[in-house]
Nanobody, 119 residues
Framework: QVQLVESGGGLVQPGGSLRLSCTVSGLTIWLHGLGWYRQAPGKERELVAS???????????TYGDFVKGRFTISRDNIKKTVTLQMNSLNSEDTAVYYCNKHPPYNTFWGQGTQVTVSS
């Protein structure tokens, strides 16, 4: 059974940082692209960042336009984790953050981790 468990969310002040982590089990992680997604109240779920499987001696990463260089996605295939380092957070980053394959697989959505940016 595939499970993706997110952690690391919390309350942070504007301009602060958080590091989200996702632990993956039941999946041959190194064969798959992975992504972080978020859903704010009343909005559609959107892609935050993705990281490909290892190919051509590197990983390919993509980011939502709103990231603007503030976030970094990384992965550790040995530990089976995918991490999202988020800096310079603002109130518009408030959302529930999820990890999943990229492209996402509907049955893999977990509980997510809440990120709240507020003073």
């Amino acid at each position: 059974q595939v499970q993706l468990v997110e952690s690391g969310g919390g309350l942070v002040q504007p301009g602060g940082s958080l590091r989200l982590s996702c632990t993956v089990s039941g999946l041959t992680i190194w064969l798959h692209g992975l992504g972080w997604y978020r859903q704010a109240p009343g909005k559609e779920r959107e892609l935050v960042a993705s990281i490909s499987e290892y190919m051509d001696d590197s990983y390919r990463t993509t980011y939502g336009d709103f990231v603007k260089g503030r976030f970094t996605i990384s992965r550790d295939n040995i530990k089976k984790t995918v991490t999202l380092q988020m800096n310079s957070l603002n109130s518009e980053d408030t959302a529930v953050y999820y990890c999943n394959k990229h492209p996402p697989y509907n049955t893999f959505w977990g509980q997510g981790t809440q990120v709240t940016v507020s003073s």
